[in-house]
């Protein structure tokens, strides 16, 4: 970029300015700044900032930035954001020459907001990202008034010209790994949320809330409160575009030098909410335009400091955003959403009370999948939680056969034939490390069984409830895994679906077997499995209904 048109005052040019236009003197220090240039000035406690702005600026951009801190100070958090102060003459905008270039600049004086931006703390808590979230929410909700002629310019950092920005600059990543991410990134974007983008709603952002844009004030004396947001500064990328982009702006940013960028999401996802109600189109797109602002920064990034690499500011967040990218690169993108969602006291899936309505509409018409009646006498449910007195004795790594003869003594006890292992049950006996992969909000310990568990010998048969097609099929043959297992998709309506799921049955079960393959009601399907095909558990079929197969298989 060419930096001709960036102001170059001295600091002594810039103190004389701020003595001449508004009557303030003091010590003055040079703030780092992309376009402008920033002066802090202190006098005593009190602090200033004068803000010089770059000759491409016009009066209207500042005019709307200033309209916009007039509102937001009558708003109930108006101590958050800068005050305006007026020159000698009445003007909150004033006009200033650059002697050395003979070119003149817009000049503001806003009032300093003492904290540490929100990049320089090492660790933010929970409280301080909700905070953030219902923080950026308000914001968003007041500006949302705002009509000004400037709110519609053309600004690199709109996202709704991400797609033409990303694809222009790709070239400058030098990395080819990093690179092929990014047009991944983007061809997806194009493709399959573009189309969708029309139907979000418009309003004026702020546009950049950036880590370096949030003041926190850090272990707030006398309180118990370990960090507070005390100011939102940096109204220059304000712009008129969509308004769920300020939401994933303060996302992308927040993220970065996360070891759980997901969970810091959902956080921020939470606190938004509660100050602006986000539709059910918004949380579809959010996940891609956190993804299209960090591709957007890190293509600025490699274009910038191919043109200045000697500009760290530039690249003051690239390293941490490619982190970020590659990491949220494992995350499905509607697991994603049902996070962001399920944060904000919503059902995680929307299609989720569709299903569940349709099935408990249907309920009479369903084919019973084994041959016992389980409304009978013969049917005994397993205790089988972590506080179960059943369970209690059981070694660690007590054998399949010790395990087996525990519940057939526990039927036996109960005179039935046939135990039921309940859904939504915290059991103990998720031993096996695939079970347990780490300590993020995706790789938590899995101890929560999803399905109902029908325990029946080994070779009895298993029905279909409903007429369905198969989904897929495998053997997960990994110990304490499904074992043979197949999947049954069935159709609601024209694009919402629900799928059944079949575990630990006999491998025989597989046998000619296709994707699309038509079962209708009662059917036989399958066989239950013995151990230790079945994944090496006592002889019983998993079953599960799932909404969303989040594109895997089997």
Not at 66 to 92: E, M, Q, V
């Amino acid at each position: 970029k060419d930096m001709s048109s960036n102001p170059n005052f001295t600091n002594a040019k810039a103190l004389e300015i701020a003595k001449e236009l508004y009557n303030k003197t003091g010590t003055i220090k040079q703030l780092p700044s992309e376009r402008d240039q920033n002066f802090l000035i202190t006098n005593g406690p009190t602090k200033y900032i004068l803000k010089i702005s770059n000759i491409d600026e016009s009066y209207q951009v500042i005019e709307f930035q200033n309209i916009a801190l007039s509102l937001l100070s009558t708003s109930p958090r108006a101590d958050l954001f800068p005050k305006i102060y007026t020159s000698t003459n009445g003007s909150d905008i004033a006009k200033v020459a650059d002697e050395s270039s003979g070119e003149t600049h817009w000049v503001r004086l806003l009032s300093y907001i003492d904290g540490v931006p929100m990049g320089d703390v090492f660790d933010h808590s929970s409280e301080v990202l909700i905070e953030l979230g219902e923080v950026m929410g308000s914001v968003v909700t007041v500006l949302s008034g705002i009509e000004h002629e400037a709110m519609e310019r053309e600004l690199k950092w709109d996202i709704r010209l991400a797609v033409g920005f990303i694809s222009e600059h790709i070239s400058y990543i030098s990395d080819g790994k990093r690179k092929d991410l990014v047009e991944k990134y983007l061809e997806h974007y194009k493709d399959n949320i573009v189309p969708l983008l029309d139907g979000l709603s418009l309003s004026v952002i702020h546009n950049d809330a950036n880590d370096y844009n949030i003041i926190v004030q850090d272990k707030v004396l006398g309180t118990s409160i370990d960090q507070k947001i005390v100011g939102i500064i940096d109204f220059g990328d304000m712009m008129y575009t969509y308004t769920i982009a300020e939401l994933a702006i303060t996302i992308a940013y927040a993220m970065l030098n996360k070891r759980d960028p997901l969970r810091v999401g959902m956080q921020i996802v939470k606190g938004f909410y509660q100050s602006y109600k986000i539709s059910e189109l918004e949380f579809d797109v959010l996940y891609w335009l956190i993804i299209i602002r960090l591709c957007t920064s890190v293509s600025n990034s490699a274009y910038q400091s191919f043109n200045a690499p000697e500009n760290e500011y530039l690249q003051i967040s690239s390293g941490p955003a490619w982190v970020v990218l590659e990491k949220l690169s494992e995350v499905h993108p509607r697991v994603a959403r049902n996070l962001f969602r399920e944060s904000c006291g919503l059902e995680p899936d929307p299609t989720n009370n569709i299903v569940v309505d349709w099935l408990s509409s249907n309920t009479k018409e369903f084919f019973s999948i084994v041959d016992i009646n389980l409304q009978s006498d013969l049917v005994h449910v397993f205790d089988l939680r972590l506080t179960s007195s059943l369970l209690a004795n059981i070694p660690k790594n007590a054998s399949v056969e010790y395990f087996s003869e525990i519940l057939e003594k526990d039927l036996t006890e109960h005179n039935c034939k046939i135990g039921i292992g309940r859904y939504n049950e915290v059991r103990m006996i998720y031993a096996s490390e695939n079970y347990c992969s780490g300590d993020t909000v995706l790789s938590e310990k899995r101890n929560v069984h999803l399905g109902i568990d029908i325990f029946l010998e080994a070779g009895s048969n298993i029905y279909t409830p409903i007429e369905g097609t198969v989904h897929s099929f495998r053997n997960n043959d990994i110990e304490l895994d499904y074992g043979p297992t197949i999947i049954l998709q069935h159709k609601i309506c024209d694009d919402t679906y629900f799928y059944t799921l079949y575990g630990h049955l006999e491998l025989s079960s597989l046998n000619d077997l296709y994707v699309g393959k038509v079962f209708q009601k009662g059917d036989l399907l399958a066989k239950i499995g013995n151990y230790p095909i079945n994944g090496n558990w006592p002889p019983h079929v998993h079953f599960q209904i799932m909404t969303d197969m989040l594109d895997r298989e089997g």
